[in-house]
């Protein structure tokens, strides 16, 4: 716009939303008219060695021909400081634009009408979503938009008596450090264990920034490593730092690789790499990003099915269908076969661990081993929590196997037959009970099958535990001696008695102890309710 134009009238602030780089633009070259510190730091116009903040004010000032009404003049501004930058805030606090002033897509004066006066800025506007920072350089462009004619730009390079555009420098500085790249960086900070189960691969490099030169190839990079998960009882975090190789070496970017100690161990959770180097004698550090982890893949429930089935734990006269139709059903009532914290058939979480620590598909606690200690694998591999699960099991159903005989060599059970029941016996003229009955569990059948798979579901019972006692002392099984039967069998049935499965009876879940730490009094019931494809 040409000199003098409607000087001295007051216009209203109008603010245009111009899309930006949609209009074409003539670049000019900005002068640096003046720099000056604020709050007594100096003014750093070139680098220096120390990483002092920045707070200064910058005038610039250009002037291009004009191209045409709408067209913008850009100035393009970078500063490069010594420091990688670590915070920055820029503020336009004042300035006079022929004709409309801009800091890249941001309006920052009012908008006259056509050729009758210039834009200036009102108040200072905060420009710093319009900054871009690379390392140590931060660059923004300076605008002006054309709505008269003869010049385009900003300051006295377009009038004399015209105000530069000032713009408020504040800058803070990281320092020299250490900074950790990923290689290639994971989708979502999410490294996966696949389905198969295999490990992700866990790649980073290293290098020094804020030390000029770079002393990056000639240095050597020591490494380590964290993953973490969060125990509930008690609540605190477990570190698996101890199962991953520490302190490995790197020189310059060569490649970093997470190694566990075990090769066959699967490990998720938190992941933290750490990088220190010692760089122009001082001692540097740098991280991975936060939110990094490891999680897994759940795979499909049909090849859990098959892999259950294909476990082989028959035994005690069990036959290998029943036994993994229970295993199938035990799993999806414990984590609906899932071993991760997401949905079946694919979903990719966190490790599946609930409110009382039990992990994965069968919800292993302590049984075989506790999986935040001694058998971590269970945790992150499907497999082996489902070899892990069957075990428990299986270790059920063999103590479960024995219950009948110790319990016919129980004192308090046979002073129950001999005391109670039999005196009951007499009086209603009945021959008395000879020894203490208890025979052997019968073994025929599935889960929930009728006349029941007693040793089975015994074990199934067993597998969240046997809470409770009996009237006489004995555990409480899934099943129990009938005092009803024992108080009315008859003379003849008394001899075959030792091998009648009418001695027991299921014991109900009214009668387990209720609440926190007795397991779930229906267990057997909700087993026996699920489906072995669970859904599919």
């Known amino acids: 716009m040409s000199k003098g134009l409607g000087s001295g009238r007051a216009f209203a602030f109008l603010v245009l939303l111009i899309p ?37 004010m910058v005038e610039y000032t250009y002037s291009v021909p004009s191209a045409g009404v709408g067209t913008f003049a850009d100035c393009p501004i970078s500063r490069t400081f010594p420091d990688p930058i670590s915070d920055i805030r820029v503020t336009i606090v004042s300035g006079t634009a022929d004709d409309i002033g801009f800091v890249g897509s941001l309006q920052v004066t009012d908008a006259p009408p056509s050729c009758a006066n210039v834009g200036s800025v009102q108040a200072p506007v905060d420009v710093t979503s319009q900054v871009t920072v690379d390392g140590n350089t931060a660059s923004l462009v300076l605008r002006a938009l054309e709505n008269c004619c003869c010049v385009t730009g900003w300051g006295q390079a377009t009038q004399s008596d015209r105000s530069n555009a ?64 969060h125990e509930n009882v008690p609540s605190r975090d477990v570190d698996f730092a101890s199962d991953i190789s520490q302190n490995v070496t790197t020189l310059g970017q060569n490649l ?77 009532q414990e984590s609906g076969q899932r071993e991760f914290n997401a949905s079946a058939n694919g979903g990719v979480g966190s490790a599946y661990i609930s409110s009382d620590d039990g992990v994965g598909l069968f919800q292993i606690t302590s049984s075989p081993c506790d999986p935040f200690r001694g058998c971590r694998n269970a945790m992150f591999n499907w497999q082996t929590n489902a070899d892990s699960g069957a075990k428990a099991l ?15 060599m129980l004192p308090e059970y046979k002073d129950f037959i001999a005391n109670t029941i039999n005196p009951q016996r007499k009086a209603a003229g009945l021959r008395p009970i000879q020894g203490a009955p208890a025979p052997r569990f019968t073994t025929n ?76 009094p229906a267990y057997l019931d909700h087993v026996r309710a699920q489906s072995p494809q669970c859904g599919g």
Not at 295 to 306: C, H
Not at 308 to 323: F, I
Request: proline share 8%; charged share 20%; with cysteine.
């Open 20 to 56: 930006w780089p949609a209009v074409a633009a003539t670049t000019g070259s900005c002068s640096v008219m003046a720099l000056s510190s604020r709050a007594g730091l100096p003014a750093r116009a070139a680098a220096t060695s120390d990483p002092m903040p920045v707070d200064d």
């Open 166 to 229: 000032v713009l408020h420098w504040e800058v803070s500085f990281a320092g020299p450090k250490i900074e950790v790249t990923l290689d290639p960086s994971p989708a979502n900070n999410q490294y996966v264990i696949d389905a198969a189960p295999t490990m992700p691969m866990v790649q980073a490099k290293a290098r020094v920034v804020g030390v000029t030169p770079d002393p990056t190839p000639t240095t050597t990079f020591t490494w380590t490593a964290s993953l973490i998960v």
């Open 256 to 332: 970093y690789v997470l190694q566990l100690l075990n090769g066959g161990d699967f490990r998720g959770g938190k992941l933290k790499l750490k990088a220190t180097a010692t760089a122009n004698g001082q001692s540097l550090t740098g991280e991975s990003p936060d939110g990094l982890k490891i999680d897994g893949t759940n795979p499909q429930r049909t090849t859990i099915q098959a892999y259950l089935d294909g476990l082989h734990l028959a035994g005690h006269g069990l036959s290998d269908a029943d036994v993994g139709d229970a295993l199938k059903r035990m799993a999806c």
């Open 394 to 408: 299986g270790d059920k159903i063999a103590f479960a196997v024995g219950f009948p005989n110790r319990l016919s």
């Open 445 to 520: 059948g599935a889960v929930g099958s009728n006349p029941p798979d007693e040793l089975l579901e015994d074990g199934v019972r067993g597998y969240n535990g046997w809470p409770g006692t009996t009237e006489f002392g004995a555990v409480l099984h899934e099943f129990t001696p009938d005092t009803t039967f024992l108080l009315n069998a008859t003379n003849e049935q008394l001899r075959g008695i030792n091998n009648d499965p009418a001695v027991w009876r299921r014991v109900l879940a009214s009668e387990r102890p209720q609440g926190p730490g007795n397991g779930d």
